[in-house]
């Protein structure tokens, strides 16, 4: 079973930065695509931001230029780094990771990210 630990949430003001990580921690499965979605109270769960095993990135339209995803494939973990916050970004951020196999979505427990004005 595929194990996600997040951490790096918190309060910052808008304007503000702050970096996200996420470790697959049994480190007994090879990761395909991992990624970040958020779900902001009243609203769906939505994609932020994803990344396959060979470094191909994709971003919401929303956070371009303002956030970046990397991962260190050796230590099946990712990271979003989130610069030039917005309160409209405050929300629980899910680490999400799709293993090689079983090809499978798995989820993190969710770290909360709040952007005051």
């Known amino acids: 079973q595929v194990q996600l630990v997040e951490s790096g949430g918190g309060l910052v003001q808008a304007g503000g930065s702050l970096r996200l990580s996420c470790t697959e921690s049994?480190?007994?499965?090879?990761?395909?695509?991992m990624g970040w979605y958020r779900q902001a109270p009243g609203k769906q769960r939505e994609l932020v931001a994803i990344i396959s095993r060979g470094g191909s990135t994709n971003y919401a339209d929303s956070v371009k230029g303002r956030f970046t995803i990397s991962r260190d494939n050796a230590k099946n973990t990712v990271y979003l780094q989130m610069s030039s916050l917005r309160p409209e970004d405050t929300a629980v951020y899910y680490c999400y990771a799709r293993p090689i196999i079983p090809p499978s979505d798995f989820w993190g427990q969710g770290t909360q990210v709040t952007v005051s004005s």
């Open positions: 049994r480190r007994i499965f090879a990761i395909d695509a």
